[in-house]
């Protein structure tokens, strides 16, 4: 593989843009697989820990894990970067960015914000779940930290953060590769609002388990066990 374009693309302005823009996307779509691997809590612990069994016996785990590690650090350094030159770029124009400016959205506006939140959170979340002991089963490790309202708040704030993120991070993201033309705009902008819904998922995983309707479940089917004995 030839690395030498990754120089090539970092010399620009345009070349990082489109780097953070790829590493976003990148990123984005570990999310929803991550999210999509997430839902089979609803389905029970059998499915939770198959799955959860099945990524730690697959040898290709660590590697996707460390492309993911890269991704980020080349996220993160190219978003700081850009930013400082944008910063340095309006200071000399006296263009105070700041401000809101017409067109912004509260997503493109917080971007910094969110983006230091969604980093703090991405710590608590690996020394907690990735480098934690699962000799009780992934699953009951999950589901035993959401039953605690201060895991559950961070959760919250990590999903909000991730969703405000991606609602204008996408569309940037397309923009920024040349995917965007006037008679799709719109429609690009509804799958940005779409996929900041999506991460929001994150939370109400969370939050399913934190008010305790597995447990509900659990309770009503073995209602109707008792209920068929008798
Ligand atoms: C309901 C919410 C979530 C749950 C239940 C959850 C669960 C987990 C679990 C159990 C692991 C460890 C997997 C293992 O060691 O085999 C993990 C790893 C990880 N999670 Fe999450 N996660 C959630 C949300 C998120 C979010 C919002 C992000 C990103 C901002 C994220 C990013 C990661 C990353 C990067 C890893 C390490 C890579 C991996 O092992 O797959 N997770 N997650």
Known sequence: MNYLFLFRMIKTSVGRKQLMAVTGLLIA????????????????????????????????????????????????????????????????????????????????????????????YLVFHIIHFRFADKSIGVYQMVVSAFRSPLFVSIYIIGSVALALHLSHGF????????????????????????????MVFFAVISLYFYFGLDLREIADASNIVEMTIE
């Open 29 to 120: 779509s570990f999310l929803f697989i991550h999210l999509a691997g997430n839902l089979l809590l609803f389905k029970g612990e059998d499915w939770y820990n198959g799955w959860s069994e099945l990524l730690i016996a697959n040898p290709a785990t660590i590697y996707i894990e460390i492309g993911l590690l890269f991704l980020f650090i080349i996220h993160i350094t190219m978003a700081v970067w850009v930013r400082t030159e944008d910063l340095i770029n309006a200071s000399y124009r006296k263009y105070d960015m700041s401000r809101w400016h017409g067109g912004r959205t509260i997503g493109s506006a917080t971007m910094l914000y969110t983006a230091i939140i969604i980093l703090v």
């Open 171 to 198: 569309q940037s993201a397309l923009e920024t590769l040349g995917i965007n033309h006037i008679k799709y705009n719109v429609y690009i902008k509804i799958a940005g609002y779409l996929v900041a819904v999506c």
